[in-house]
């Protein structure tokens, strides 16, 4: 895998935004709120104005204009060189095309699974499906209402990428739940946590 001078996903969605036209790094903020693309790329003003001292350092980004008037202090404009632009695209293309291992929590937790009794283990993957639940019925809601809206559906695409995870990880989590309830998983699980000579768990 090659390697960024900037690799924060906010950089990308930034340069992004840039190629449409040069923006102040609040609009672009903006953009990324209005738009909803929040919900994938976790940000605030102080990491975004780090992006942004990122990117023009790098020289993917160079200073537009400097905008000046008596009701608000001087805004920076910011524009995407062509070495952004070919950066933008370079890094798009490696992670459409490249799968990459990532490590959420719930997979850790996964891989650990067995630390946790049985029945307190079940207990927290069905807290985790009702909460899930809730995240479906939010993203299908505003699918809803986009086609109420006709929002072309490329601009929608990870919130449906989303929905087919959330999907697939609620039908394993019953796959689990059940598996976890039965009479072979108990005993094996009776047998390991005997032969560790433990406590009471906390």
């Known amino acids: 895998m090659s390697s960024r001078k900037v690799s924060n996903p906010l950089a990308l969605a930034v340069m992004a935004w840039l190629l449409t036209g040069p923006m102040h790094p609040y609009e672009l903020g903006k953009r990324l709120k209005d738009t909803g693309k929040d919900r994938n790329i976790k940000y605030n003003r102080g990491s975004l104005y780090m992006v942004v001292e990122q990117l023009l350092k790098a020289g993917y ?30 890094w798009m293309r490696e992670w459409t095309a490249t799968p990459q291992h990532e490590y959420p929590q719930f997979g850790v937790a996964l891989s650990l699974l067995s630390v946790m009794e049985p029945s307190e283990a079940v207990e927290l993957l069905l807290q985790r499906q009702t909460a899930m639940q809730a995240q479906i ?20 695409i990870e919130e449906d990428y989303r929905l087919v995870l959330l999907k697939a990880e609620y039908g394993f989590i019953s796959e689990l739940a059940e598996s976890l309830n039965r009479a072979d998983y108990l005993e094996t699980w009776q047998t390991w946590k005997a032969s560790l000579g433990q406590g009471q768990d906390p």
């Open 61 to 90: 980004i160079v200073e537009h204009e400097t905008l000046r008037d008596t009701s608000r202090p001087e805004r920076t404009v910011y524009a995407l060189t062509t070495l952004g632009r070919h950066e933008l695209y370079a």
């Open 137 to 156: 019925e939010t993203i299908e809601s505003m699918f809803d209402q986009a086609r109420r809206d006709n929002v072309p559906w490329i601009f929608l």
